[in-house]
């Protein structure tokens, strides 16, 4: 027997559920884009290290006072920074590579984001950028 005081509640829990699935499917997505953004910018922190090191290693060798000292120049931060982030491809291009101090080489690379589920909302993608610096072994 039904209450005459309710209305017919038949078909509610149909709404329900299809909202919470709505949600769940969009806070997935949303999950999905983040890990994406987050895997992103640690493969370019991660590639920005290893062309700061690999610029390092492009210094040259004097004996000064009878011991060894490594100098680096900007252009050859430059071209072993470019060297690398060319071999590992993947997108990203060199932004700057130098050296601030004759000692130190500091790379910055960039690279551009583009989100795996919701590209509607961001076509373009999402410009990213890592800075990482390295000092030479011999300083």
Aim: hydrophobic share 50%; charged share 15%; proline share 4%.
């Amino acid at each position: 027997m039904r209450d005459a005081s309710g209305g017919d509640d038949e078909g509610s829990v149909l709404l329900l559920t299809l909202g919470y699935a709505v949600l769940a499917i969009a806070v997935i997505l949303v999950c999905v884009d983040a890990t994406s953004l987050y895997l992103t910018q640690k493969r370019l922190d991660a590639m920005a290290d290893a062309a700061a090191l690999a610029g390092a290693d492009g210094f040259t060798l004097t004996v000064v006072d009878g011991g060894p000292v490594a100098t680096l120049t900007d252009g050859a931060v430059h071209s072993q920074a470019e060297a690398l982030v060319t071999q590992l491809g993947g997108g990203a291009t060199l932004v700057s590579a130098g050296t601030p101090d004759g000692v130190s080489a500091r790379v910055t690379v960039a690279d551009v984001w583009h989100p795996p589920m919701v590209s509607l909302f961001v076509p373009e993608g999402v410009g990213l950028q890592a800075t990482a610096t390295s000092r030479t072994a011999l300083h």
